[in-house]
């Protein structure tokens, strides 16, 4: 599976849209790319994926750029709950598991 | 469905026993998975069943860890003569074929070896 890559941490301010980016420069045409995140002392909770288009659903959305090489998960509105660490996971959407990162520590504050 | 279950959520155990962990995955998801997390970073792969059949083994898996999934439901995994290294969080997930709509995690059971 292709590798990605997360900054380590970033801040948001409640109520502002959370930008979280990711790179993933060598994903070939039949990797989807995963979001999942992970709220402490919990397990890792499934957000979004996409294969080439812009997605949206309940909980955020996945813009995809058209070389596919990198992508960022918007939470519109975050709040204070959506403190969690993220993980941008590139993977075939069936057959081998789904390989972690160290993923991105978001910290919303009031 | 009340999700992935798992079971003991925590376990102490001394060094040199053996301990086993239960997962109980959504009744209507065919795959399940194992992971083990330490602090700070992301979850580890370890093995995974499609239906009664392991599929996969991670270079992670030595040979004291075994994993089973009998009847294709509930799995255990089953560590043996434990060591300090094996203090970790050991997650369960599990997703149907071909939905594409990712895996649903347990909460874990946390393993610390005295």
């Known amino acids: 599976d292709a590798k990605t890559t997360q900054p380590p941490s970033m801040d948001c301010a409640e109520g502002r849209a959370a930008n979280l980016p990711c790179n993933h420069s060598?994903?070939?045409?039949?990797?989807?790319v995963y979001w999942y995140r992970q709220i402490h002392s919990q397990g890792p909770q499934y957000i979004i994926h996409?294969?080439?288009n812009n997605e949206t659903n309940e909980m955020a959305s996945l813009i995809i750029t058209e070389d596919r090489k990198s992508s960022t998960l918007i939470l519109p509105h975050a709040t204070l709950r959506d403190t969690a660490v993220y993980y941008c996971?590139?993977?075939?959407?069936?057959?081998?598991?789904?390989?972690f990162g160290k993923g991105t520590t978001l910290s919303v504050s009031s | 469905d009340t999700g992935v279950s798992q079971d003991p959520r925590h376990k102490i155990t001394k060094r040199g026993q053996n301990v086993t962990f239960r997962c109980d995955p959504i009744?209507?998801?065919?795959?399940l998975y194992w992971y083990r997390q330490t602090l700070g970073q992301g979850p580890e792969f370890l093995t995974y069943?499609?239906?009664?059949?392991?599929?996969?083994k991670s270079r992670l898996l030595s040979d004291r860890f075994s994993a089973e999934r009998p009847k294709g439901s509930f799995s255990t995994l089953e560590i043996q003569r434990t060591e300090q290294g094996d203090s970790a969080m050991y997650l369960c997930?599990?997703?149907?074929?071909?939905?594409?709509?990712?895996?649903?995690f347990g909460s874990g059971t946390r393993l610390t070896i005295v």
């Open positions: 997930a599990s997703s149907f074929t071909g939905t594409g709509s990712g895996y649903t």
């Open positions: 060598t994903i070939s045409g039949n990797e989807y």
């Open positions: 996409g294969l080439k």
């Open positions: 996971i590139v993977s075939k959407q069936a057959g081998t598991a789904l390989i």
């Open positions: 009744s209507e998801h065919n795959r």
């Open positions: 069943f499609q239906n009664e059949a392991q599929l996969e």
